[in-house]
Each structure stands twice: as structure tokens, then as C-alpha cells.
């Protein structure tokens, strides 16, 4: 019979530090040493590990790292959990980090049976991943850009008093101003709108990229499926399955929920029940788009033209699911902002149970 070896892998971008658990309660916990982190490096600490007929698990912290050691641990046959890093117990006592003790404390509780691996991507999905937080990174630089351009302009005494900002009439009004004495300065204020124009340009390519992309994806007719719930536009789905990924691994909807960190804190004890904010746990990306979605249920029920568009090809039974989400929760918004619940509350209300209809 093999022995198990229980394997913590303290993962940095040039080493390893590596520190082995014996099974059983009473096996002994070493700290084998640290390697290299490359392909050749690994190989050779698994054909260490793997003599005297021992059979190790390895496990390691998600970061900065990512999957690619995961992926390669499992290409060789060998067990390989990536784990939470929020979710390792830590002693509060303890002030003293170092790799070693790292190491040999996720050996520890990898044996123990104490850490929570999470759901690793393919490459396909993780694929997918860089093509939405790309995007995303891509509408912050957009709002970065405005901000700047307005504040430049406040610091000179330049206001727009004809309606909203970055309308046509808005834009003309910044494409026509004229009003700096200095020539540098102008060329200061074409460089502002240069950014805006470079980084909103940036957006609509990745935009069409992710619509031509969609087709060729596995996920994709979840995506289309989603698209039934109203304020579910492409981008907002394709979105939330990229991040959530394999959403079968959710035994109930209450478990996407908490994932999506959309339920709100607890401290109770004894007969004091106390419930807080939201966790805002797990992935902020997906939260923030079910957020986004949830404002169109401020309006009564209706299927719009864009909707009907969108959702003509999709089975019956998928479109009653998205009437019967619209028809709730612009009844739950309505109630809610009678018994004048603050609006932040309210959409995040909406984006939970929006969570439960996906």
C-alpha cells in the first residue's frame, strides 16, 4: 500500500519553498527545502517525492502565479489543489512570515483536511477571463481619462451648464473650446481628449472581439440563455460565466450567492443575531455586473423591442424563466424603495436574487 505524502507548495515567481506532511495524525511535518519554479524543477521534486512507493498531493495559494503549475502537477498524474487564501485559518497570535513557515503550514492543513480548493479554469475559460478583465481594465481607463479631462477643466473655470456629460452636444462643446491663452496649454487639453478617444476606441475593439469570440466558446449557449433576464446584454453575461464558470459546482443558489459575496454579514451569539453589510466576498467582477443589470428592474415589466430581438430564438421555457425574473424583482425593487431602503441596498437586494434566476 503507498504511503501519502500531503505537499505545501509556497509559490513565487523565481522559487518554491516546499515542506512535506507524512499521513497520519502523528506523521511527521519536514521542510524539504526550496527549488526553482520551472517545468524541470518540479519534475524532479515529484521523482524525490515519489520513491519508497509514496504518492504525494500537492496543494498551493492562489495569486499572482496562476494555474500553469496546477495544470502541470495534473499532466504528470498528481493530485494538485489550488486553495483560497482567504479561507486558510490563521492563528491571530501569530507576527512571524516567512516562506518556510508558509510552506510547512499548508502542508499542515492540507493533511488536516482544513483548506478549500477552489474551481480551477481550462485554458480556454481563463482564456476568456483575460479577454473580460482586459475589457474591464480597458472602461477604467475611460472613466480615469474623463475624470481628468473635467478636473482640468475646473481648475480653470470651465463648466458645461447645457445638460449631461459626454452627450453629442458635450463632446462638440470640447471639440469647439477654444479658450486657453497659452499654446502649450491647448496642446494639454487635446491630449486629455486624445486619451478618451484612444481609450474608448480600445473598449469598442474588445467589444468585438468578445462578440466574435462567444460563437466558438463551450460556454456559449449559456451565455445566449442568459441573455433571457432582462439587463443581461451580452457583455454582462459573457461576464458573469466567464467569472463564475462551471456553475454547476453550486449545489443551490444560496451557494452562488454567498460566492458572489451578495449576503450580508453575521455576528451572532447566543440569543444576539446581528447581520451586517454585504460579505463581498468571491469575485467582485460578477457582482458588479449582476449590480449593473439589476438598475433596469426600476421600470415596470415590458419586453421591449431589443429584448424580444435578442430572446426570439431561445426555448420557451428559458424565455418564462426571464419573464417570471422581470415580473418579481420590478415588483421587489418597487417594494423595497417604498419602505424607502437606501437605493445601494436596494440594487444589491435585486443583484442577490437576480444571482438565484441565473
Known sequence: MSKMLYVGLDVHKDTIPVAVAEDGRGGEIRFHGAIVNSSDAVLRLTKTLTKNGCTPSFCYEAGPCGYGLHRY???????????????????????????????????????????????????????????IRARKQAMDAVKTAKQQLLSFLLRHGLRYENGKYWTQRHRRWLAELRRFRFPHQQLAFEEYKRAITQAEDRVATLDKVIDDTIPGWHFAPVVDALRALRGVNTTIAATVVAEIGDITRFENPRQLMAWLGLVPSEHSSGSTKRRGRLTKTGNALARTMLVEAGWSYRHPPKEGQPYLKRSAHLPQHIKDIGWKAQTRLCKRYRNLSRTGKPQPRVLSAIARELAGFV
Open 73 to 131: 502537477l495534473t499532466k504528470l498524474g498528481f493530485e494538485c489543489a489550488v486553495v483560497s487564501p482567504t479561507m486558510i485559518p490563521r492563528k491571530s497570535g501569530d507576527r512571524i512570515k516567512t516562506d518556510r513557515r508558509d510552506a510547512v503550514m499548508l502542508a499542515r492543513l492540507w493533511r488536516a483536511g482544513e483548506l478549500t480548493p477552489i474551481w480551477t479554469p481550462d485554458e480556454e475559460q481563463e482564456a476568456m477571463r483575460d479577454l
